[in-house]
């Protein structure tokens, strides 16, 4: 079983390569290390599993996808330049993990994002706004890293301040990253059994839920979305818990009239049957 380096060894691994080589100027030394210590913070932010697969776009050298792999998940690099393509599969093999990352050349904005359960975006804000349907295309609950906030209208569920200290004077001595999940696309009517109807209202994360049946409401909510889960409001009357699940929504808990475990499914065009 292979055995997975701590993160903390990534700037040694890096810079294993470099040491028979001329030392770098004082500003590009200071500016990978900074590169490195923000490749190992997205990994961190990503939160990876071994089941992970994580999608870089605009990799540049390949230190988030080696960073990954260190970590446990498979990694693809997305580059448009051979060179630090290169660069890219030398960290890799230097690191041994050659085996877990794969690197391609390749349009970053036409690239197939299918399949990625993380993907990082390193792309000013006009290029994640180009990517922005693909990304929420993805399965419920991927996350998606940047380093820029350049999606509007899609709060980030979590931000985090990397400190870079070693950047010279007259820079950015930290730097803000971005994380948010794609949100289950539940909006429209769902049927559930017994002739009950659940209607969604969604605005990105946030949502209002109705639940009847006919003209008549019986319960109504307003809720989060978190990636594939819809968990229901922490104060006030008991509401349901949903799982989003294969373009069904799975009841984790349930209230009377919607019982643990049954699913719900889009309501056809002839509306829902009792």
Request: proline letters at 8%; hydrophobic letters at 45%; one cysteine or more.
């Amino acid at each position: 079983m292979r055995r997975h380096l701590p993160l903390s060894l990534l700037l040694l691994l890096g810079a294993g390569a470099a040491g028979a080589q001329p030392a770098a100027p004082r500003g590009e030394a200071e500016a990978l290390v900074a590169a490195e210590r923000l490749a190992q913070a997205m990994v961190r932010l990503a939160a990876l599993r071994s089941d992970d697969h994580l999608l870089d776009l605009g990799t540049a050298e390949g230190r988030v996808p080696v960073a990954a792999a260190l970590a446990g998940a498979r990694a693809t690099g997305v580059e448009t330049e051979p060179e630090l393509l290169n660069r890219a599969r030398r960290r890799a093999a230097e690191a041994r993990v050659a085996d877990k990352v794969e690197f391609r050349e390749e349009d970053i904005l036409r690239t197939r994002l299918t399949g990625a359960s993380v993907v990082v975006m390193h792309l000013p804000a006009e290029s994640q706004e180009q990517l922005r349907p693909a990304l929420l295309r993805l399965a419920p609950g991927t996350r998606v890293i940047s380093d820029i906030d350049g999606l509007p209208g899609w709060p980030p569920e979590q931000t985090q301040t990397v400190e870079l200290p070693d950047r010279s004077l007259g820079r950015l001595r930290s730097q803000r990253l971005y994380l948010w999940r794609v949100p289950a696309p539940v909006d429209g009517a769902w049927c559930a059994p017994g002739g009950l109807q659940l209607a969604f209202r969604q605005s990105m994360r946030d949502y209002r839920a109705t639940l009847g049946r006919g003209d008549a409401v019986a319960a109504q909510w307003r809720g989060r979305i978190e990636g594939a889960s819809l968990p229901p409001p922490a104060v006030g009357r008991l509401r349901p818990w949903l799982i989003w699940s294969d373009g069904q929504l799975l009841v984790r808990r349930g209230i009377p009239g919607l019982p643990d475990g049954i699913r719900l499914t889009r309501r056809p065009a002839a509306g829902c049957t009792a």
